[in-house]
């Protein structure tokens, strides 16, 4: 592929989704539904213009409650990591559950992935809501990930990234730091 001087990878950068994107994350949900026919599955989008509707209506309801990041290179879209709030069915814990996981085929050998997983798990980690300073618990992670024939290298990548194989689905705990009292508790 070639490379215009306009996308020097220095200007990538992975930030959270918002409303205008929503075009965008259409597309790359519907290219990865594209993908079908070689061996990739993807959520059913029907073809043309009503599947490009659905598309991005499906993103609109998503953009304010998911957290999405996208990561742009001056002003394209390269990849996109979206994942719902949600609750353990058997605790009160929280944890993010990933509506999709996606990088143009043409970038998957670069770190673009990696950046995008690091910048959820930055979020699951933190104490409060970057966008508000709201305080929030820490989250597990649980990435459902489809890669075709390629199911080996899927899961040797996500389990050097610290995730589980939880038999289709990948697991990250919440990174807590003991706090203080922890330590004064066990040093008693």
């Known amino acids: 592929m070639a490379k215009s001087k306009n996308d020097d990878p220095r200007d990538l950068t992975i930030r959270r989704a918002t409303a205008f994107d929503v075009v965008n994350l259409a597309k790359m949900l519907i290219k ?42 001056n002003g394209r879209l390269l990849g996109v990591i979206g994942c719902s709030v949600d609750r353990f069915p058997w605790s009160d814990d929280w944890m993010l559950t990933n509506e999709w996981f996606y990088v143009l085929p043409q970038f998957r050998d670069s770190e673009i992935a990696l ?20 305080k929030k618990p820490r989250m597990a992670i649980l990435l459902g990930m489809v890669s075709g024939q390629r199911t080996g290298v899927k899961n040797a990548w996500m389990q050097r990234q610290g995730y589980e194989n939880g038999g289709g689905n990948f697991v990250r705990a919440p990174q807590n730091e003991p706090d203080q009292q922890d330590h004064a508790d066990a040093a008693a």
């Open 32 to 73: 990865g539904r594209d993908e079908q026919a070689e061996g990739i599955w993807y959520p059913a989008v029907p073809e043309g213009e009503r599947g490009e509707m659905m598309a991005c209506q499906y993103m609109l309801t998503l953009i304010d409650k998911a957290v999405i990041y996208v990561a742009d290179l």
């Open 115 to 134: 950046a995008l997983l690091h910048a959820m798990e930055t979020f699951a980690d933190a104490d409060e809501l970057p966008f508000s300073g709201e």
